[in-house]
């Protein structure tokens, strides 16, 4: 029988990836989007189901994964993808969106984990990937509302895994480096603030991140890493998605705090 797999934000970028790669393997997916309604490409696969779901909203959560287990007649693996970015200076920021931050790319996810967990207790059976990023193991500058989502995300699931243990289920967590999709485009809240004093740094971090020197992949590239994590059979935890995920997170691991900032500020020219 099919394995099934139910993945948020499954419209666009690295969801929208997965779900294609996923069904080219031969599962069942369940691609819940905010807006379903809009979403043509996917409609198209045989074995996708499209369901309605906003991880800021309880009942789309739980109403999503009833219908999917209607479906398929069970879920084997969750894809916690939805999130997006909040950028700039944290006195720009007003305090709805810190919260909206925080409710979409953590709480959003522990909702829709939590109401998975009993369907794959009773299973004795799951395996839950979490996107984390690069970004939930070292930091860019002005990104203490972002980086701060993602470290939550990394304690999260390293936490959870030991729990999960107990019932049979797997904890995954991937971390892509920059990769091609609309994350820097409709998924980015960045707020300048026009504070002055930070308009310096701001600078040299569009520049940093400008570099044609930046490696960018494609979400296709991060749906095959998702696809090994679900399926290698080990309990690894954490995987890298992109040659810049190694370069940094290695050098991360490998220097001191005072050696990497170093290196990140040269990186910025001012
Ligand atoms: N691109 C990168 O460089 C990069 C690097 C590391 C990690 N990531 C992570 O990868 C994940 C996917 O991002 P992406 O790069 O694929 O960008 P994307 O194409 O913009 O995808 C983000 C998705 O999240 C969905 N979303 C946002 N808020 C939601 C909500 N309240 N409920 C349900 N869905 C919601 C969006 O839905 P709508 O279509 O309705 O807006 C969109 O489909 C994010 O968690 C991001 O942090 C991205």
Redesign the pocket.
């Known amino acids: 029988m099919s394995k099934t797999i139910l993945i948020?934000?499954?419209?666009?970028?690295?969801?929208k990836a997965t779900a294609i790669h996923f069904q080219k393997q031969g599962w069942n997916v369940i691609a819940t989007?905010?807006?379903p309604e809009k979403e043509n490409e996917l409609k198209e696969l045989e074995n996708v189901h499209s369901e309605k779901?906003?991880?800021?909203d309880l009942e789309s959560i739980h109403v999503a994964i009833q219908n999917g287990i209607k479906k398929f007649g069970k879920i084997d693996t969750l894809l916690n993808?939805?999130?997006?970015?909040a950028y700039g200076p944290l006195e720009s920021f007003p305090r709805e969106n810190i919260i909206k931050q925080f409710n979409?790319?953590v709480i959003?996810l522990m909702d829709v984990t939590k109401a998975i967990i009993p369907h794959f207790r009773a299973n004795k059976d799951g395996v839950i990937v979490n996107?984390?990023?690069?970004?939930g193991q070292m930091t860019f500058a002005l990104g203490s509302l972002y980086h701060g989502t993602?470290f939550a995300v990394e304690g999260i699931s390293e936490s959870l895994h030991y729990e999960m243990k107990e019932i049979g289920v797997k904890v995954k967590v991937v971390e892509?480096?920059?990769?091609a999709?609309?994350?820097?485009g409709?998924?980015f809240d960045f707020q300048s603030g026009n504070i002055e004093d930070y308009q310096l740094i701001i600078n040299a971090l569009m520049k940093q991140w400008q570099n044609p020197n930046n490696t960018v992949s494609p979400?296709s590239l991060v749906a095959e890493v998702i696809y090994n994590s679900v399926t290698d059979g080990t309990n690894q935890l954490r995987y890298r998605a992109g040659d810049d995920a190694d370069y940094l997170l290695d050098a991360r691991k490998k220097m001191t705090d005072t050696e990497f900032f170093e290196m990140m500020n040269s990186q910025m020219e001012k």
């Open positions: 948020t934000g499954a419209g666009s970028g690295i969801g989007m905010r807006s779901l906003d991880v800021l993808n939805a999130g997006y970015g979409t790319n959003g996107i984390s990023s690069i970004g993602k892509p480096g920059f990769i999709t609309d994350f820097g409709r998924s979400p």
